[in-house]
């Protein structure tokens, strides 16, 4: 019977304008090269639009939850922005015109403050997506997907990806040169060069001018490494020429963002003002300079990136170590082939794309004034140089577990490879969960102490004066339905005319400048430039960390004082008194803990662990916000007083 069956295949009929599937991405064409399960399904990895979705998800919550770790950060950039809005702020020496180191290019209020971090935290997240995807496609996508977890979960990234500061802008930038200049350079790679040079330019030009030597390396390969380019001996004069020349086109491309950044600046500041030549002048030509605001020990960026970064930072320091014992002892995984005297080794391209980070390790660990904030633009480069010693790493258990058994198939099945790298990456991910854990309970208390003030606070001193509105429901509501809390208008406060006193504006110990106010707005526009004050130079600025007087405020005009008071090791001196002890004028309205960082334990101090065991181990004080009683009660009354008169 089945000698008779007969059957029929039906087809579909094929079309000249059917749409060809798309071509397959060759897993093994990236600089690294797995060894072992070649043709089995690639790993997983998340794809841009889920990446996106996952981290973006982490930064608008480091956006909501993360601390201000850096005053720069508050009178710098905040300052300016909330005087460009509402008029009045904060103004330091760098924003003063005599100066003008810190430019205006980069520029209800709680939900505005939240807003400038979201957005923040929208820029890093696509940038670092990008960088993501280009490794994953042009490195390793095994690499890859190390680099997504640890960007998307270190500590690090947590702080800086949020933070208001030129050098978070830089960090947005480089991360995307970076990844554009992960492809080797070859003549037919124009956009590599022009995406690469715009985006390091405007980290340099829009952000921190000193962020230009992250691209040190690029410029490098673009002038004299042959990258994805064979050129021999007798094409080489016209190659040389050709790459010279596209570098510098795009380098004149890229040097037109000084056009609108200059003129930003120029308007704001009354003169022509160049802000990143002001910058370089004054860090590194003067006889100022910024070791006036401090210096630390050489080590000090070593261990504030193990505070960071953890397991992270030593893999990333052992990247190009772990580069050349790869190229001794397991070789294929830079490339099947030995390259010939026209080409560039992998092993070279592979070096260049590691040198960023160890580059400006080295330029800022010699450098006597050192913060955190420096480091930022090379976060994501720290993390690219740790992900690729995992994967090397990774590489060399292999390369011994054939040695040893003489068998690459039970190595492509064996369990212990996975476990090293998954182990790796969750041990980085748990350190930095508890790290910023730590931060946000040991350390959020001025930022809870300020919501108190606006939400507490400062409503009901407006309900005591009757300075507070009671608003009606809505038209048409019916009267049993719960009518949602309407929002307070804080504005009638200034009648009380009341002063917040934080911290060194009262005269203490410390005898360094301090923020004095920019001009107060008439919203008089000259011009172009909706803020003609911000071009008075004030007369009680200086350049020299030298204390100024004029910029203090009597305690005794103090209606608020937010201190910090140490109970289990007190300290006072004349102009350092415990104020919240003095309980015959100040009055205690809202305390916060806040870890005394000296007398508690380094382990402790630096993680977060659950329960109260841990946090015994921790030496706490107080921040509080404090009421001077008749001072508040005065005015007040004062208020109370006038009203009944219009009354």
Known sequence: MSGTTQSIRLRRPQTENATPKPKKQDRHSGILQDQLR???RPPWSPSFSLAFRIILLIRVMGAMYSNIDDCDEVFNFWEPLHYFDKGYGFQTWEVSPEYAIRSWTYNDKRPSFFAVRIFLAFISTFCEVILYRQVYEKVNQRVGRYLFFMLAFSAGMWNASTAFL??????????VAFAYSIAPSSVKGHRKTIVSTIMFATGAIVGWPFA????VPFVFEEFFVFGADTVPSASYVSWISTRWKRLFGAGVLASLIFVPVVAIDSFAYGKLSVVPWNIVRYNIFSDRGPNLYGTEPWNFYILNLLLNFNVLTPLALLSLPALAVTYAVDRKRLGSTKPRKEESSPFTLLALRLAPFYLWLSILSKQEHKEERFMFPAYP???FNAAISVYLIRGWLETAFIKITKSPYRAAHSP??????????LCSILLSTSRILALWNYYHAPMTLMYALESQEIPTLLNETGLLPTPLPPIGTPKNKKVQQPRIDLSPVKELELTLCIGKFVKSEFDGLLPGHFRESTNDTVGLWPRPETRH???DMNDLNREEPSHYVPVSRCDYLMDLDFPSHPSSSPLEPRYSTLTDIWEKIYCKPFLDAHHSPLLSRALWMPGEKWRQLNSWGDFCLLKNRALVEGKVQAVRERREKKN
């Open 537 to 539: 130079i004030p007369k």
């Open 381 to 383: 480069m720290l993390c």
């Open 166 to 175: 030129p050098s978070s802008f830089a960090m947005y930038t480089s991360s």
């Open 212 to 215: 230009l030597a992250l691209a």
């Open 416 to 425: 212990i490879f996975r476990s090293f790298t998954s182990s790796a990456v």
């Open 38 to 40: 070649r043709s089995d």
